[in-house]
């Protein structure tokens, strides 16, 4: 039986966020994923880039299941076995590999609640090193705005499936990284009114 899912935004998005990520990040890099989902972006990123050691996470079971089952399919020999991490705790479980060259996050920070984010900071300042790279994509806003009414009616629809959800302003999230010494770089605007936001630790 493949327990393999399937993401559609992952198949359009995954090219766009690798040609950052490969702008940002060392040829030879350990990478710790944060909330992998399906797993798909993990199997396209490893094998695109075979110097990245990538380490995959959910703290769901059917989610590791599936990464799981991408890894194997894909004969990921450079993806590592997906970790049971909340990052709402104060260890995630991963903390024997650190410090990691880079964290990456797709695709969580608006459908979690706020303390997400903060435990995101708390653990991406505890695990990186000294000028590691933090990556975060999703939708966001700007300045308290929406960047596009295709992201007001996605916060709708998020915050109507659970009021602690939906898209944060980018200079909220860019206080809560700095107050743990994670400075935003960059702002990279993606397809479909989406940004990349890439932060180094201090």
Partial sequence: MDQRSFSPSTA????????????????EAKVLEVASGTGEHAAFFARAMPGWSWRPSDPDADARASIAAWIETEGAANV?????????AEEWGVEQDAPFDALVCINMIHISPWQATLG?????AR??????????????KRGGAHTAPSNETFDAWLKQRDARFGVRDVEEVERAARARGLLLQEVVEMPANN????????
């Fill in 127 to 140: 695990l990186l090193r000294v000028g590691g790279v933090l990556f975060t994509y999703g939708a966001y």
């Fill in 195 to 202: 940004l990349s936001l890439v932060f180094l630790r201090n």
């Fill in 12 to 27: 359009r998005n995954r090219g766009p966020i690798l040609n950052v990520l490969q702008r940002v990040l060392p040829a």
């Fill in 120 to 124: 995101l900071m708390a653990g991406a």
């Fill in 80 to 88: 590592l076995a997906p970790a049971a991490i909340d990052v709402c």
